[in-house]
């Protein structure tokens, strides 16, 4: 399979699970070409619903319709949807609705849209809220698996998607596993490496440049719950635990693995890499990567420099 961003592989699904899903609705914010249900649209144009530049009143209808028995797919970038945390946090968090948010666009891999495009923080804002399941998949077949994981359970999610072309890492939906990490590359005691989304195809291409210290890599699409006994058990075995998102270190996997080290005893083990506390510029998506670190070569540098080789 080519090279897939996961906004398609979820337009894709979405469509799909339609046919078998008669109770599932799509709403969007005047982005449905961008976000890609506008695939959803064409096939089910009297289950979709254009609300407009109006994110505040689609989230407050999307759980108007999830009280009513529907299952509302509701979807803008992830920058501007999370923008609107004080709606999401009464009408759908504390309502316990059953409300999929999905946030295309996600980090640095935006590209030349630049800063007020991209989501870099919209993990560090809904994560807080309780109940409020958050997946980030990293290739098409994970995508597929968790869109649909999130239609057929009930309650809240965040669904993280790229705007970029990502590599194909499995060949199935079944290696999804909701709240469990997967390992893609078992290691030695040296390191281990978390990744999540936009940057689990890098971190994969850096590990084999770091082959020598034998790294861990785990793809965590599960941002939260997250999988505390996958971090306890590498925290026993390795020197070094450390995590690669296209996201503010602040608030996202990076913290969410800080939090589980720190209550087990391990939190000198970590290092974040991510998008340091910094606003994003415009540039092409692998520009960008370089530019902050998150593409191959710049993660080899930031690991070595770290592990101290």
Aim: aromatic share 8%; glycine share 12%; hydrophobic share 40%.
């Amino acid at each position: 399979m080519s090279d897939k961003a996961t906004r398609d592989s979820f337009g894709e699904t979405l469509r799909a699970l339609g046919k078998e899903l008669p109770e599932l609705v799509v709403l969007d914010a005047d982005l449905s070409v961008s976000t890609k249900s506008a695939l959803f649209a064409k096939e089910f144009p009297s289950r979709f619903f254009q609300m407009g530049i109006a994110e505040s009143n689609m989230v407050g209808t999307a759980a108007g319709l999830a009280f009513t028995g529907y299952t509302p797919f509701l979807c803008s970038f992830g920058a501007f949807v999370a923008g609107r945390y004080e709606t999401i946090r009464v009408s759908v968090g504390y309502s316990k609705a059953n409300v999929k948010i999905v946030g295309t666009h996600a980090g640095l891999g935006t590209g030349e849209d630049g800063y007020t495009q991209m989501g870099l923080e919209d993990i560090n804002v809904l994560r807080g809220l309780p109940g409020m399941n958050i997946l980030q998949p990293s290739d098409h077949f994970s995508t597929v698996a968790a869109v649909t994981y999130a239609a057929k359970t009930e309650g809240p999610f965040y669904l993280r998607l790229t705007r970029q072309k990502l590599p194909q890492i499995y060949t199935s939906a079944d290696q999804f596993k909701f709240g469990k990490a997967n390992i893609l590359k078992e290691g030695g005691t040296q390191v281990a490496l978390l990744a999540t989304g936009g940057t689990v195809g890098e971190t994969l291409k850096a590990a084999e440049t770091l082959s020598k210290h034998q790294p861990w890599v785990l793809d965590f699409t599960t941002i939260k719950p997250i999988d505390r006994e996958a971090i306890a058990h590498l925290a026993t075995r390795c020197k070094h635990i450390i995590t690669i998102e296209d996201h503010n270190i602040i608030g996202g996997l990076g913290t969410a693995v800080a939090e589980v080290l720190a209550e087990t005893g391990f939190g000198g083990k970590l290092h974040r890499i991510g998008v340091e506390d910094v606003y994003g510029i415009s540039g092409t998506p692998a520009g960008l990567y370089d530019e902050f670190g998150l593409s191959a070569p710049g993660l080899v540098k930031k690991i070595t420099k770290h592990i101290g080789a």
